[in-house]
Structure formats: C-alpha cells, structure tokens
C-alpha cells in the first residue's frame, strides 16, 4: 500500500487525516488516546511498545493503536514523518479535544480571528498549521479548490502548502495551532 491508498483508506473509514513530523529521539511513556490512530510511516521510524512488546515500524510501514490502548512510543534518531488518521468513534471534536490534540502534538496555540472580507494572496508556511473555527467563516483554496470552512470544522495547512484564505461576511474567530514540525528525514 502507498500512501495515497492509505489516505483514502482513512477517508472511506472516517478517519480525520493528519500529517506529523516528530523530532529525533522522543520518548513518550505509556498513555492512551481518547481516539483511534492509524499512521503510515513516510520516513525515520517510531518504536510502539503494547504488552511489553516493542514493534519498529519504518517508511512504506502501517501501525494502528485503538483508542484506550496503553501504548509508549519512541521516535528513531533520524525522526519520523507519519500520515495519521483519528476518530473519535462517531463524536464530532469539541475544541477542548482539538486543542488538548494541539498541545499533545507540540502545537503552539493561539486564539484569534479576523474581519470580514480579510483576503490573503496565495503564499505558504515554514510550519504545519492546525485550524478548528470557532465562529463565522473561512474559505481555503489549495490544488485549485476551495473548501469552506464553518464553526465546528477543522482544516490542516501543511507547511509548503500554496494556499489563498478569505474571510466570509461576519468575519471568523479561530483556533488555531501552529508548529515548526519537519523532522529531517532521507
């Protein structure tokens, strides 16, 4: 499986795709998801031990770890690049949820919004950047096709990604989180 497959396979699921880069040599002890993860690993490679059983997962590789699973992770010493999927077994995310997936992530979040009508030209990040709309609207174009986004909705902006955003008619109040995340990966 490529990950192309691998992504839609998510989508069909109902998984909300996530794309993550973690830093060489993280260690993260046992804790359980409130959500479902699976991941395919893009570069570097992450160490999951369950039951005391260490498993090394590298590119072209797939784990997944079910919500409430005890788990601990270890990221090699290049990093890791993973396409992940999350859900949440049929609830929709609340904002404490995407802001506490924010913070677990190593996100800086910030709260904020701007005015109706703001329009921004197409530009890109040096940063992955997370987005949940708290109110009012926001419309993203990126591959020539925009998406518009209302509250309760949730979008992720990879860094590099071309994209324009305008702001709809009563403005838009956000969440969002905000990382410098590339882990160097060959």
């Known amino acids: 499986m490529d990950c192309i497959e691998f992504e839609a396979d998510l989508r069909r699921e109902g998984f909300r795709v996530v794309n993550t880069s973690v830093k060489p040599n993280l260690v993260t002890p046992n804790h359980c998801h409130d959500f479902d993860a699976k991941s395919f690993v893009l570069g570097g490679e992450i160490t999951i031990t369950r039951d005391n059983t260490p498993v090394t997962f590298r590119a072209g590789q797939c784990f997944q770890v079910n ?3 005890s788990h601990a992770e270890h990221v090699g010493p290049e990093g890791v690049a ?3 999927g999350r859900r949440r077994n ?3 995310i609340t904002r404490e949820s995407f ?3 924010l913070r677990r992530e190593g996100f800086e979040v910030v709260h904020g ?3 109706s009508g703001f329009a921004e030209e197409l530009h890109a990040h040096d ?3 997370r987005i949940m709309v708290l109110g009012g609207e926001t419309t993203v174009t990126r591959d020539n096709k925009s998406e518009t986004f209302q509250a309760g909705d949730h979008c992720e902006i990879s860094a590099g990604c071309q994209h324009t955003t305008k702001v709809g008619p009563e403005g838009v109040a956000y969440l969002v989180g905000k990382a410098y995340r590339r ?3 060959n």
């Open 127 to 129: 940063f992955d950047v």
């Open 99 to 101: 802001e506490s997936d």
């Open 90 to 92: 049929g609830e929709c």
């Open 183 to 185: 882990a160097s990966v």
């Open 113 to 115: 919004g701007q005015q």
């Open 67 to 69: 919500a409430g699973y």
């Open 82 to 84: 993973l396409l992940s």
